[in-house]
């Protein structure tokens, strides 16, 4: 039974949506913003890359980047070696992109946690970032723990996981 009731998932999903207004209001949706991050710890990488990664189609990666050219957040630069391919590059602007994005998600944040006290907050933060470091250290390994786990649910009640198909 999940214990939280999904409630981290609503308050990451009502930040979100404030969040994405504030990059709305700087012209940039959020998939466009993630296209912007990948950019950002890939730089000088291709739209092949950017297209295997956000799992979009060829033509989709294409417009976005051009987009983005036009909103002047990246540059395209002919790739040496392959002379067919464009390295696609961040600019200044997209920084500034990021500052803010990052900016209005921490005032969400801090908004929403004002009127605690140290008292509430401390033993909050402590479980808070261990599940953080428990999520980060699985999604690295490949999920393959809680996958086992699954596995030993289904095998014991049967079940499917939601959306999913028994695991073997």
Known sequence: MDQTNRKISRIARTAQRYVNGSLAKLGVGSTEYECLLLIRKNEGTT????????????????????????????????????????????????????ADKMGAESMFYEWLLEGYSEEELEPFLRVLDLLYEKS?????????????????????????????????
């Open 136 to 168: 980060r250290e699985e999604r690295l390994k490949d999920y393959v723990h809680f996958k086992a786990w699954l596995a030993e649910r289904n095998v014991e009640k049967n079940e499917c996981p939601p959306g999913g198909e028994p695991l073997q």
């Open 47 to 98: 739209q092949s890359f950017l297209q295997e990664q956000l799992h979009i189609d060829k033509a989709a990666v294409a417009r976005m980047v051009s987009n983005l050219e036009k909103k002047g957040l990246v540059i395209r630069k002919r790739d040496e070696r392959d002379r067919r391919a464009n390295n696609i590059y961040s600019t200044e602007k997209a920084l500034e992109v990021r």
